[in-house]
Nanobody
Framework: QVHVVESGGGLVQAGGSLRLSCAASGSIFSINAMGWYRQAPGKQRELVAVISSGGTTNYADSVKGRFTISRDNAKNTVCLQMNSLKPEDTAVYYC????????????????WGRGTQVTVSS
């Protein structure tokens, strides 16, 4: 079993910054991608940022230039630095971890955290 726990959400004024952290623990052989999604009230969950095991990153257009994703492979952690926050960034942010099995025929599997609330006031 793998546990994924987010931290760092909160309330911030527009233009401010927050840093989200996520840690994966448990029966982990290796991790492929790690990333963040978000879901605002009444909207579908959307990708915010993802980082591969090799450090390749991908961002949603809406956050490019403002958010930075990073990871520590030794600690199985991923962080999301969010700057110049806007009210439209308000959402529950979910961390996910794509794990690989030691058995090559077993597909990769995504584990999700419970989410952390980010609220940006105008």
């Amino acid at each position: 079993q793998v546990h994924v726990v987010e931290s760092g959400g909160g309330l911030v004024q527009a233009g401010g910054s927050l840093r989200l952290s996520c840690a994966a623990s448990g029966s982990i052989f290796s991790i492929n991608a790690m990333g963040w999604y978000r879901q605002a009230p009444g909207k579908q969950r959307e990708l915010v940022a993802v980082i591969s095991s090799g450090g390749t990153t991908n961002y949603a257009d809406s956050v490019k230039g403002r958010f930075t994703i990073s990871r520590d492979n030794a600690k199985n952690t991923v962080c999301l630095q969010m700057n110049s926050l806007k009210p439209e960034d308000t959402a529950v942010y979910y961390c996910y971890v794509r794990t690989r099995s030691r058995l090559p025929w077993v597909p990769e599997y995504d584990y999700w955290g419970r989410g952390t609330q980010v609220t940006v006031s105008s």
